[in-house]
């Protein structure tokens, strides 16, 4: 049974910086590719950022050179480095494995104007 637990989200002001985490069980880590996606009220469930077993990396265009996804493969842990934060960027944001259709409760990301 795959479990997802996401950490670290909260209020902060625009411009300002928040790392996600999200650590991972019931699966063999650090052969998933794990991605980051977010969910905006009254809105679909968007990707946010991939990052593949060996480490690539993928970002939607509305985060590229703002948001950095990681990976700790010893500690089954994906990190989500958001940077220069925008009102537009306030979501729940999620982590799964990208070909597990299992979702943790997520974390409430608020950026303030």
């Known amino acids: 049974q795959v479990q997802l637990v996401e950490s670290g989200g909260g209020l902060v002001q625009a411009g300002g910086s928040l790392r996600l985490s999200c650590a991972a069980s019931g699966i063999i880590f650090g052969i998933n590719n794990m991605g980051w996606y977010r969910q905006a009220p009254g809105k679909r469930r968007e990707l946010v950022a991939t990052?593949?077993?060996?480490?690539?990396?993928n970002y939607a265009d509305s985060v590229k050179g703002r948001f950095t996804i990681s990976r700790d493969n010893a500690k089954n842990t994906v990190y989500l480095l958001m940077n220069s934060l925008k009102p537009d960027d306030t979501a729940v944001y999620y982590c799964?494995?990208?070909?597990?259709?299992?979702w943790g409760q997520g974390t409430q990301v608020t950026v303030s104007s």
């Open positions: 990052i593949s077993s060996d480490g690539r990396t």
């Open positions: 799964k494995p990208v070909l597990y259709d299992a």
